[in-house]
């Protein structure tokens, strides 16, 4: 079994910042990429950063320049720096994962936290 747990959201004013975490436990072999996705009320599920094991990184354009992806492979986790957040950053945050579970097994199996609420409001 694999969990993702994220941690780190919050209520911030407009112009504020957040860091979040996300730790992956579990039978893990290794961990391809990592990234962070979103969905705001009423709206599709929509990917905010992403970063391969190697540490190339792709971001949204609304989120270019003010937020940042990174990650720790000795500790299996990966982080977003959020700066000069505003309302329409508001939704729940989820952290999602590629994983592969055993040296016998070279399925990548996609798994997701349960998510962390980020409310931009002043």
């Known amino acids: 079994q694999v969990h993702l747990v994220e941690s780190g959201g919050g209520l911030v004013q407009p112009g504020g910042s957040l860091r979040l975490s996300c730790a992956a436990s579990?039978?893990?072999?290794?961990?391809?990429?990592m990234g962070w996705y979103r969905q705001a009320p009423g709206k599709q599920r929509e990917l905010v950063a992403s970063?391969?094991?190697?540490?190339?990184?792709n971001y949204a354009d609304s989120v270019k320049g003010r937020f940042t992806i990174s990650r720790d492979n000795a500790l299996n986790s990966v982080y977003l720096q959020m700066n000069s957040l505003n309302p329409e950053d508001t939704a729940v945050y989820y952290c999602?994962?590629?994983?592969?579970?055993?040296?016998?097994?070279?399925?990548?199996?996609?798994?997701w936290g349960q998510g962390t609420q980020v409310t931009i409001s002043s």
């Open positions: 970063t391969t094991k190697g540490g190339s990184t």
């Open positions: 999602r994962a590629q994983i592969r579970k055993s040296g016998r097994d070279s399925n990548l199996y996609v798994y």
């Open positions: 579990g039978s893990i072999f290794s961990i391809n990429a």
